[in-house]
């Protein structure tokens, strides 16, 4: 039996996509077991699952180091590799939008050569280039609200979730990007050369999905 990687985001995503994978019937006892151990293997089933960082699974499938991953909409959009996007799995459902001072709404395009503050400088610069808009990228790890609060950039973008974030730091949203969500992406070889374990279990999520009246394309 060819031996089947699953990369697995860590964090918010990892603890939904195992459940999911469980219910679909795929033995994820090892990863449930507490530990720091960055591969996890069943050997009987032939399965190893990697985690990795959420930024780093689409490297892992295109490399073909791992031939599953399971990771946000927002990582895909802004690592652009060459996968296959299997399915939606409904789960870590946000939006990744332009947001600044409430008072810019309506008016996104009146400030020339904005700053635009982001922790996905590719989805940030594909929205403004389309619109025709000259922009300056400014690349930021984390609490990204936090750039027009003091003046670093006049827009973020960013992930929308609650909406909590805005409203407790006075910002809105200017303008929606795209709809995120989890998905499954699968590495192009992998796909033709583990055709027989890998479809079974896109069917099997796909049939959970279903069930539970989940989106899945
Ligand atoms: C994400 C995102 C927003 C927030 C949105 O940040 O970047 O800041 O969540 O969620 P909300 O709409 O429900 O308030 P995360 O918690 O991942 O931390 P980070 O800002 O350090 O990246």
């Known amino acids: 039996m060819l031996e089947l990687t699953i990369a697995l985001a860590k964090g918010r995503l990892a603890d939904q996509a195992i459940d999911l994978l469980e219910a679909a019937g795929t033995d994820c006892r090892v990863v449930r077991a507490p530990s720091r151990k960055l591969i996890l293997t069943d050997e009987q089933a032939g399965l190893r699952f990697i985690m990795a960082k959420p930024a ?24 652009n ?63 990204v609200e936090l750039a027009p609060l003091v003046g670093l950039a006049e827009v973020i973008v960013d992930i929308v979730e609650s909406g909590r974030t805005l409203r ?3 910002l809105a949203v200017l303008d929606t990007i795209a709809s995120l969500s989890a998905r499954m992406v699968v ?16 069917q099997a999520v796909r049939r959970q999905l279903d069930q539970a009246g989940r989106t899945a394309p």
Request: one cysteine or more; glycine letters at 8%.
């Open 56 to 79: 780093d699974v689409p490297t892992y499938v295109d490399y073909g180091a791992a031939d599953i991953g399971i990771v946000g909409k927002d990582t895909l959009l802004e690592e």
């Open 81 to 143: 590799r060459s996968l296959y996007e299997v399915l939606n799995l409904g789960f870590g459902a946000c939006r990744m939008c332009v947001c600044g001072p409430e008072n810019l709404a309506g008016r996104l395009d009146s400030i020339p050569n904005k700053r635009v503050a982001t922790k996905y400088p590719n989805i940030a610069r594909a929205y403004f280039e389309a619109r025709r808009e000259s922009v300056e990228i400014i690349r930021l790890n984390g609490s």
């Open 168 to 170: 407790e730091n006075g």
């Open 187 to 202: 590495n192009r070889v992998s796909m033709k050369m583990k055709a027989d374990r890998i479809n079974p279990l896109i």
